[in-house]
């Protein structure tokens, strides 16, 4: 299968359309024309991940953040964006990213990070164009459950060495969520009457605006709450070859949060511990 037949099944799932105007979405490196027997899913165009695609064989890198997120006047092999270029292109790597339209789809980033969390969706934070389309998710635990103990399983099921705490409330039931920096929806948390929030990263104005209102707020980490939509890409794609007979094989790669955390006892962590 070519490249531009991949492109034009994520079109009818993940519409270019649905990317904010500040973003760059779709084929970042790559030839339309050629042809694809094995594919890397990955959070990020990274060096590691470029490695693993080489490693596998793969002909294309399907990302959630985009390779060049600015336009630039050279590309220098000394820097770290450089090198990564030269390596794609010595490869023949194809790129392709799905950025802030797989935020808004329904089956996108902060669904995946709310069926982690095992809430029942309810609906988006922020529509969008059309039904269940926007960013972030709302959604209701299946009872009304003590503040320490959705903290601590929240941290459980996405697996987080530590948390960051803003407010607070008794009892949570409703709580919403949003991959990645999501500082913009709090006002819409509060006007849905939820309990917690949990999203990727939190500027500090806003955690120092709405620390005394009736919000538990959680901050998760950036890459921490998205990278639960991989494998929903994955999901995807595999149905979409078995449907048209393709033997086009799909790797996940995961790697570690660039940010560590230094706990008790000197010990640097990535992962609960």
């Known amino acids: 299968m070519k490249i531009k037949e991949i492109m034009d099944y994520l079109e009818e799932w993940v519409p270019t359309n649905l990317a904010e105007s500040w973003d760059n979405v779709g084929i970042q490196c790559g030839d339309k024309e050629a042809t694809v027997k094995k594919i890397i899913i990955a959070l990020d165009p990274s060096e590691d991940a470029i490695d693993y695609a080489i490693k596998n064989n793969a002909q294309l ?15 220098l092999y000394s820097e770290p964006l450089g090198k990564l270029i030269l390596k794609i292109i010595d490869h023949r790597l194809n790129i392709i990213a799905l950025h802030t339209n797989l935020d808004s789809v329904t089956d996108g980033v902060s669904r995946a990070l709310l069926e982690q969390l095992d809430i029942l969706p309810k609906g988006v934070i922020q529509p969008k164009q059309m039904p269940n389309v926007g960013f972030g998710w709302w959604g209701e635990l299946k009872e009304n459950i003590e503040m320490e103990v959705f903290i601590n399983q929240v941290k459980e099921r996405l697996k987080l060495p530590i948390i960051k705490v803003v407010g607070g409330k008794e009892k949570i039931k ?38 005394k209102m009736p919000l538990l707020i959680l901050e998760v980490g950036h890459y921490e709450s998205e990278k639960w939509v991989l494998l929903k890409i994955k999901e995807k794609l595999d149905a979409f070859f078995k449907k048209y007979n393709q033997n086009i094989e799909v ?23």
Do not use: M, Q, W
């Not at 890198?61 to 590309?75: A, D, G, Y």
């Not at 913009?184 to 917690?196: C, F, R, S, T, V």
């Not at 790797?251 to 511990?273: D, Q, R």
């Open 61 to 75: 890198i399907i990302t959630h953040h985009p390779l060049f997120f600015s336009s630039f006047k050279n590309i």
């Open 174 to 211: 409703k709580v919403g969520v949003c991959g990645g920096s999501a500082s913009e929806l709090l006002p819409l948390a509060i006007k849905l009457g939820l309990d917690a929030f949990v999203l990727g990263e939190i500027k500090y104005h806003p955690a120092r605006l709405f620390e």
């Open 251 to 273: 790797l996940l790669f995961y790697e570690e949060s660039p940010f560590k955390y230094y706990v008790e006892g000197g010990k640097l962590c990535v992962k609960y511990c």
